[in-house]
């Protein structure tokens, strides 16, 4: 996984355990939809191994402390709980010391994920994963936030009374400090300390199979599959300051004309929506993304509709897009063939990365793919492919903020 990517969890039981050089303490919080612990009693550490629904084990220093979660005994209310590290030796930071997290089936014990969270530095605390709630889902996100002030730091945070000497878990009363906001989409590291990179998932080079790691285009075009990433960097710069995503599509069956409309909703750090460019309008951010305009039919070779991004221009507010198509009509994907995204560097021409919709589904909207932000600077592209019922751009700015 990469800093922001998601996954389905397909057990109801997962179990989070986090490794490094140097021996750790983990943690988990069980978080309400405000982003809180309801009470102390929702830090699980080794000092309070268990709380509803999840619990904690020592690794004794010869294997990775681990927090369980039980999704089904997690209590109402609870929709996040947040896996955080931090070395075990007070002070140390985590550089030179990257940590990895693997989320497994706690009953079989078969690996779900793995995420190790990039450019570590000054941190000495880190929201590593998260296990939360959304759309009666429970799934899996990483994050990779990092705080400066220890594991006192995080708690705070999120509501747990921090007697404050050193850096360590849980303790008696003190006012919480209100928390900074978790990182999911593309943010940028909140408030007090430092770092933390943004959003997406995973890819290889040419043709990535699936569950590989991300690429750059150093060896030329990259093909995704869904929920494969493309970091759009070459020789280690990054490469592009303007492009165009272009968007196509055939009626299925030599069927009837399709309608289908391309847009990209805008987003800031948190998932705020910021804008949306679509045919009723076709330039925002100052023309900094542009649309070319509705094809009304489908037919005929090449892109029906394409959208320009200036990435230069962009405002720093905006870290996240996400492509989407719609059938204002109501016409169904499965209607649809060869629809496809691809990516073209608009100085020139070339095409960088492609996307190729291989199934489809009976529904009206589909986030084709998305654009996030690093904390570097640079953008990454992941494919997306998922379907949804949606048949304007106005419909598809909540799931897409959520898809981030």
């Not at 995080?154 to 009374?161: E, K, M, Q, Y």
């Not at 919480?176 to 300390?193: C, E, G, K, M, Y």
């Not at 998305?370 to 600077?377: A, C, D, E, P």
Request: proline letters at 10%.
């Amino acid at each position: 996984m990469t800093p922001g990517s998601n996954i389905p969890l397909a057990a109801a039981r997962v179990t989070v355990d986090v490794a490094a050089p140097v021996r750790l303490d983990v943690s988990g919080l069980l978080l309400t939809a405000d982003g809180k612990v309801r009470s102390d009693d929702d830090f699980i550490f080794y000092n309070q191994p268990s709380g509803p629904g999840v619990t904690y084990r020592s690794g004794g220093g010869s294997a990775p402390d681990a927090i369980t979660v039980d999704t089904a005994a997690v209590p109402p209310g609870i929709e996040k709980i947040v896996v955080t590290a931090s070395p075990d030796a007070a002070g140390q930071t985590f550089q030179g010391i990257e940590p990895t997290a693997t989320v497994r089936d706690a009953d079989s014990g078969s690996v779900l994920a793995t995420f190790t969270p990039p450019q570590l530095g000054a941190e000495t605390a880190l929201v590593v994963v998260e296990i939360y709630l959304r759309g009666g889902q429970w799934k899996a996100r990483a994050v990779g936030q990092g705080y400066a002030d220890g594991l006192a730091g995080i708690a705070t945070d999120f509501g747990v009374t921090v007697e404050e000497p050193a850096p360590a878990p849980v303790a008696p009363p003190q006012p919480a400090v209100p928390p900074r906001p978790l990182t999911p989409p593309p943010p940028a590291p909140a408030a007090q300390s430092p770092v933390a990179p943004p959003v997406p998932p995973a890819p290889p080079a040419a043709a990535p199979a699936p569950g590989a790691g991300k690429v750059n285009l150093d060896k030329g075009r990259v093909s995704l599959q869904k929920n494969q990433t493309v970091s759009l960097v070459k020789g280690g710069r990054p490469l592009l300051t303007r492009v165009k995503m272009g968007l196509g599509w055939e009626p299925a069956y030599r069927g009837a004309d399709i309608d289908l409309d391309a847009s990209v909703i805008a987003y800031g750090p948190q998932r705020n929506h910021i804008d949306s460019c679509y045919f009723g309008k076709l330039t925002i951010l100052n023309g900094a993304v542009k649309h070319s305009g509705d094809n009304l039919t489908g037919e005929g070779a090449g892109d029906d509709e394409v959208i320009v991004v200036d990435l230069g221009r962009l405002p720093q507010e905006v870290t996240g897009l996400v492509f989407t198509v719609n059938s204002f009509s109501g016409q169904k994907f499965t209607e649809v063939a060869k629809a496809y995204c691809r990516l073209v560097d608009a100085t020139t021409e070339e095409e960088l990365v492609r996307f190729d919709l291989t199934h489809a589904e009976p529904q009206t909207g589909v986030m084709m793919a998305k654009l996030v932000r690093q904390f570097t600077g640079e953008w990454d592209m992941t494919a997306m492919g998922d379907f949804i019922k949606a048949r304007t751009v106005r419909n598809m700015v909540k799931p897409a903020a959520q898809a981030l």
